[in-house]
């Protein structure tokens, strides 16, 4: 199993340019998670995802949308990039049992806005 | 809503110096408590993690975390640590359907 992957690794974007990162899972996990990760702020929730078409919002989804058509695939929209999107994004997947189970991250993407 | 305080952002040690990261939580509900580490360049993985039972969890590497309920506290601890341990230390608290995380603390184990 190649567990959770994201792609890409780096992107630089400009002010008002969108993109998506990509998630994907091949643990057939019924939960899905985005984070972002600033230093010294730890990780706060983007969105999550209990299933294929459910989605709901986390701590921090302003600038954000997702979608869930499929088990697998998880992606993540930045629709007018700002320079305060300029983070490390995490992808996460877990268990049906949701929450009371561990969460399995991917390597991130490291997205930097001028 | 739950919340996580960790008491260190940065701490450094020589090798072989106990460790202890302190944690604690605030939710109302039955919690589940997590530590997780970030190692340089990697992403996150499960360090242990505590549902029920034996307070007193063991996890990979020689951690252990001690869940006190009456200090709503998960303090991480390692008896002997190493250069390997260099790493930044997130503790985690899940909710109804989401966890919440800690700001981290970043450990750095000198040689």
């Known amino acids: 199993n190649a567990g959770v992957t994201q792609t890409p690794k780096f992107r630089i974007l400009k002010i008002g340019q969108s993109m998506t990162l990509q998630c994907t899972q091949d643990m057939n996990h019924n939960y899905m998670y985005w984070y972002r990760q600033d230093p010294g702020m730890g990780l706060k929730l983007i969105y999550y995802?209990?299933?294929?078409?459910?989605?709901d919002k986390g701590e921090v989804p302003n600038g954000y949308n997702v979608s869930r058509s499929t088990t697998e695939d998880f992606p993540l929209r930045l629709e007018l990039a700002a320079p305060s999107q300029t983070s490390v994004y995490f992808c996460?997947?877990?268990?049906?049992?949701?929450?009371?189970?561990?969460?399995?991250f991917g390597p991130g993407t490291r997205l930097t806005v001028l | 809503a739950q919340s996580v305080s960790q008491h260190n952002h940065h701490v450094i040690l020589s090798e072989a110096a106990s460790l202890e990261l302190g944690c604690n939580y605030s939710y109302g509900g039955t919690v589940n408590l997590f530590w997780y580490v970030q190692y340089p360049g990697q992403h996150l993985q499960l360090l242990l993690k505590?549902?029920?039972?034996?307070?007193l969890v063991k996890g990979i590497k020689g951690f252990e975390a001690e869940f006190i309920k009456s200090k709503f506290s998960f303090n991480l601890r390692k008896p002997s640590v190493q250069w390997s341990d260099t790493a930044e230390y997130f503790c985690?608290?899940?909710?109804?359907?989401?966890?919440?995380f800690g700001k981290g603390t970043m450990l750095l184990v000198s040689p």
């Open positions: 985690a608290v899940s909710g109804y359907s989401t966890l919440t």
């Open positions: 995802s209990v299933g294929a078409g459910i989605t």
């Open positions: 996460a997947s877990s268990p049906p049992a949701g929450t009371t189970d561990t969460q399995y």
């Open positions: 505590y549902f029920s039972g034996d307070p």
